[in-house]
């Protein structure tokens, strides 16, 4: 085996040597683990090599094309493994119905990532805790103060605002070059931090993230979240915590929750004053002060709510974006309907519910480009089967959401921007119909659903009703860069950056 590569850490020699101990030991466990292997009926696998399993097959730059590719050859579901560790993909609906539905009681629990493997703050996660009353609780909470129709009907007024803001910033900006990622995070960004804690915390003119480097140690966070070290394929390794994973998450963290400490303290203490009531609750984080939250716990909550309310929203509307961008013809046709149907200043849900184009356009936008492209990745909480096949426990499940929107045994023309194909069809994204499940299925299927599509659509139906849009440098559209970077959430290469200008009908209002 060559350990060469393990000199690149600048490792002490006592270390190094018990690293090369360690490998001749693995090299000996996953030789068993090789010749065993068949003895299981396992989902079909690719060849894999001692120690490193299947490693060597996956790109880590785009796992889930290499996952795809290699589910042409070994089918819907199959296995792999990752060093010690057995991985095990779905790529079809009917594998993802398996799984998410029909298995979903034994396949939910969660992997923690490294980064988030901090004894203070797992307990009181939203995403990666496992399935227990702690978990039932904070879901519910979430469901009824943040996301069921009568906490969005609650929220209409100041999502409204944010927009409005976005809008006339917008406006300002007429003739320049605008990073549409950037605009779009901090707008959804301030709209969650509004309804949380009752703050905006980030500038729509502070591109750079220069003021305060909030935006930049989130998203850090979240790209820890998917890093990996050599203890996450040999659990041995794990606690050296050798690629620093650990220690970079806590020092963002760190960096993190004193934006809002003070905040969290002075409504504490409003909270529990002899003279408060429960009418005087006007965000969310008085909600959990009422229930008692602890710091930490409504430090990691928030958090996660922050990270996952704006990315995976943001990288939809920049994905939809860019096809409008190369598809002019669908823009235009968007636009028809827009005028057709919505002849009021203000936006309206019903008026939204009449743009047939535009929810196809939308599932169009998701099935090509899901915003989380492998799910979040389950484990096995006991051993199962699957398809006629075994699961062992603890192997961890990833499900190809990105493969099955380009399956052609499922769609004609996959990789055609077509929206048509789903005006006359009943295919719905809300966990239903496997065939698009952008945000999941079951029990770990994305609680905030309904706000991020509602955002959604009021971003993109408003930017496309009021502005046109133009490449710098009057660049092809049909030359235009969509190559991908993977991400928790999908994310574009190089950054969509469009110049806007205000439609003659929009700039007398």
Known sequence: MDVTFLQDYNLPFPTFFMLITIAVLLVLNQTK????????????????????????????????????????????????????????????????????????????????????????????????????????T????????????????????LRNKKLHQLLDFLREKQGKVIDIEHVVFVTLFNTLTSIILGKDLLDLNDEHDTCNGLKASLLKVLDLTITLDLGSFYPILERFDLH????????????????????????????????????????FLDQLLENRFTNNQIHQLITELFIAGTNTTTSTVTWAMSELVRHQEIKSKIE???????????????QLSKLNYLQAFIKEAFRLHPPVPLLLPHMAVETCEVMNYKIPKNSKIFVNVWAMGRDPKIWDEPLSFKPER???????????????????????????????????????T????????????????????????????????????????????????
């Open 462 to 509: 408003s930017l496309i009703r009021e502005f046109d849009w133009t490449l710098p440098n009057g660049d092809d559209p049909l030359k235009f860069d969509m190559n991908e970077k993977f991400g928790v959430a999908l994310k574009r290469v190089v950054p969509l950056k469009l110049i806007l200008k205000q439609k003659q009908a929009y700039q007398c209002t």
């Open 138 to 157: 904070l879901r519910a909470l979430c469901r009824i103060e943040l996301f069921s129709a009568k906490a969005l009907e609650a929220q209409s007024r």
């Open 244 to 283: 620093g994973i650990r220690r970079g998450a806590m020092k963002e963290f760190e960096k993190i929750f004193p934006y809002w400490e003070d905040l969290i303290e002075e409504r504490r203490v409003q909270v529990n004053s002899s003279t408060w009531s429960s009418n005087q609750a006007n965000s």
């Open 336 to 350: 028809e309907e827009i005028q057709k149907e919505i002849n009021t200043h203000e936006i309206t849900n019903t």
């Open 422 to 460: 789903f005006l006359d069809s009943k295919h719905d994204f809300k966990g239903q119909d496997f065939e698009l499940i952008p945000f999941g299925s079951g029990r770990r299927m994305c609680p905030g659903l309904p706000s991020g599509f509602r955002s959604l659509e009021f971003i993109l």
């Open 33 to 136: 683990v090789f010749f065993s292997k068949n003895r299981e009926n396992l989902p079909p696998s690719p060849t894999q090599l001692p120690v490193i399993g299947n490693l060597h097959q996956v790109d880590a730059d785009k796992p889930h094309v290499s996952l795809a590719n290699l589910a042409k050859t070994y089918g819907p579901l199959m296995s792999l493994r990752f060093g010690h560790q057995l991985v095990v993909v779905a790529s079809s609906p009917e594998a993802a119905m398996q799984i998410l539905k029909t298995k979903d009681h034994l396949l939910s629990s969660r992997v923690v990532p490294a980064s988030m493997k901090q004894e203070h703050l797992l307990p009181h996660s939203l995403m990666w805790s496992e399935c227990n009353q702690t978990w039932k």
